[in-house]
């Protein structure tokens, strides 16, 4: 798949079939995820991989938003390490870079994916710090849903030309 086709095929999806992702196409997910760019390359991501299905469905009880992992067959939760911070705060958008590369790698392989906001909801980051025995320096930003998708969404091109401004505002 060209990157522009996986840019545009990324849709978030929150319906997914019972067919299990092979465990080496989850590692591929998590190679891609580390690709990303970093501030200063200081790549302070770490990675939760939960595939027990009561462990999911758990984690519907603290996000109010993450029905579908009911039905999902994996869930990456992305951390930063905050020992490893070298620019203060620059660590969200190194996660950031990285879910995104998450997405697209997933739309590669087939899989239906969707991003769950954790960060910065206070008692959501409390409530996956206390479900997943985190400790203090690993703060959770955000959760992947994965699996095969049980529904088709189209692609779409959001360009606006009103939203591009050229040399001055
Ligand atoms: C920071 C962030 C938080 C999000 N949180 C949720 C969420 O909690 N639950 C959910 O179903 N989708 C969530 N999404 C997915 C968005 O709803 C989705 O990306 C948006 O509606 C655009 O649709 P698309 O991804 O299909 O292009 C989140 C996306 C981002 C970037």
Request: with cysteine; charged share 30%; hydrophobic share 40%.
């Amino acid at each position: 798949m060209k990157t522009m086709e996986a840019i545009y095929n990324r849709r978030s999806i929150r319906k997914f079939t019972a067919q299990k992702i092979k465990d080496e196409d989850i590692k591929t997910l998590l190679r891609a995820a580390m690709m990303a760019p970093t501030a200063v390359n200081a790549q302070e991501w770490e990675f939760l991989v939960i595939r027990e299905k009561e462990k999911l469905s758990e984690i519907t009880k603290i996000h109010p938003h993450s029905q579908m992992l009911k039905q999902a067959d994996a869930a990456i939760i992305i951390c930063a390490n905050m020992e490893k911070e070298i620019i203060p705060g620059y660590w969200i958008g190194d996660c950031g870079a990285c879910a995104q590369n998450i997405l697209l790698a997933a739309t590669e392989l087939g899989l239906g994916s969707v991003w769950l906001g954790v960060q910065p909801d206070k008692k959501r980051v409390e409530d996956f710090r206390k479900l997943f025995k985190l400790p203090k320096h690993i703060m959770p930003f955000n959760v992947i849903a994965l699996g095969y998708p049980a529904e088709k969404r189209d692609e779409k091109d959001r360009y606006d030309d009103k939203k591009v401004h050229l040399e001055h505002w």
